[in-house]
């Protein structure tokens, strides 16, 4: 599997860490941390992995980038986090980053 796929389904772990995290109440539940743990784990080992064949601020600023945005999107479908077009502006950006990141790589 290519670097940048690889890196991709990285970001993608990251957000579903971040989220875990956040459901477990402060490690006080064990499903969420068990998927925390394994996801957060899985998100890392693929960064490294992608990390051989790319730049590492690029791979890093790809991974947090695909993450941070995943994250606040899934916030704001679930309705833990306000959706205001602004918000949505904001992490579109983000995404554009994300490619261009991907087009000057």
């Excluded at 890392?44 to 999107?73: C, E, K, Q, R």
Aim: glycine content about 12%; proline content about 3%; hydrophobic content about 65%.
């Amino acid at each position: 599997m290519g670097a940048w796929v690889v890196l991709v389904l990285s970001g993608v772990l990251e957000a579903v860490w971040a989220s875990a995290l956040a459901a477990s109440d402060g490690f006080r539940r064990p499903v969420p941390v068990a998927v925390f743990v394994v996801t957060a784990a899985l998100s890392l080992f693929g960064l490294a992995h992608a990390m051989t064949s790319l730049p590492t601020g690029t791979a890093y600023a790809v991974w947090v980038g695909i993450g941070g945005a995943l994250t606040v999107a899934w916030s704001m479908l679930t309705g833990r986090e306000a959706a205001t077009a602004f918000k949505v502006l904001l992490v579109l950006g983000i995404i554009g980053c994300v490619i261009g990141l991907r087009l000057v790589a």
